[in-house]
T-cell receptor, first 112, second 115 residues
Framework: AQSVTQLDSHVSVSEGTPVLLRCNYS??????LFWYVQHPNKGLQLLLK??????LVKGINGFEAEFKKSETSFHLTKPSAHMSDAAEYFC??????????FGKGTMLLVSP | NAGVTQTPKFQVLKTGQSMTLQCAQD?????MSWYRQDPGMGLRLIHY???????DQGEVPNGYNVSRSTTEDFPLRLLSAAPSQTSVYFC??????????????FGNGTRLTVT
């Protein structure tokens, strides 16, 4: 069995300040983990993925995430928020080819 | 390369009507799936397929049917629409080559309203 918990339903930041979106997971296997972004009225776009090659993963648009096995976490960060980062973000765990579990999402609000 | 294509983009149905949501991918992915997205619920898996002729139920399959006659297409059928099926529906596929390391590739969604 596996599960994903996104610890914040909403996160508000000012433009130019750091972003932290938190994700904890549980899995019986050594999982793969993904972050997706969804802009309003759009589909989901892959930001980055962890597949056990390196614990610090860099993605698109300046985002990165660090896999911490001891804390079962995969938090998403960005040093400096941009207005265009305002969107909903989903953490996903994959424990098998046909088994993916989505978190409930974190809405990122960016103010000028 | 079109990726995952969903049609229609918007649909309004009356209770009891039936319809088919279309999904096609041109990446030769064996795995295809349907999700519904509701506010505060994230994405929930409806049905999935690991290859032509093979389908299985996900977390919320009731009221939906699927079939997979070709690798490219994976239609979702609503036999008798209900207001509880008002949602945004996403089709997604993934490559078998990387196994569970493969990311999902999503279509742009179908926004369905049942009145």
């Amino acid at each position: 069995a596996q599960s994903v918990t996104q610890l914040d339903s909403h996160v508000s930041v000012s433009e130019g300040t750091p972003v932290l979106l938190r994700c904890n997971y549980s899995s019986s296997y050594s999982p793969s983990l993904f972050w997706y972004v969804q802009h309003p009225n759009k589909g989901l776009q892959l930001l980055l993925k962890y597949t056990s090659a390196a614990t610090l993963v860099k993605g698109i648009n300046g985002f990165e995430a660090e896999f911490k096995k001891s804390e079962t976490s995969f938090h998403l960060t960005k040093p400096s928020a941009h207005m265009s980062d305002a969107a909903e973000y989903f953490c996903v765990v994959s424990g098998g080819y046909s088994t993916l579990t989505f978190g409930k999402g974190t809405m990122l609000l960016v103010s000028p | 390369n079109a990726g995952v294509t969903q049609t229609p983009k918007f649909q309004v149905l009356k209770t009891g009507q039936s319809m088919t949501l279309q999904c096609a991918q041109d990446m030769n992915h064996e795995y295809m799936s349907w999700y519904r997205q509701d506010p505060g619920m994230g994405l929930r898996l409806i049905h999935y397929s690991v290859g032509a002729g093979i389908t299985d139920q996900g977390e919320v399959p009731n009221g939906y049917n699927v079939s997979r006659s070709t690798t490219e297409d994976f239609p979702l059928r609503l036999l008798s629409a209900a207001p509880s099926q008002t949602s945004v529906y996403f089709c997604a596929s993934r490559d078998r080559g990387e196994g569970y390391n493969s990311p999902l590739h999503f279509g742009n969604g179908t926004r369905l309203t049942v009145t």
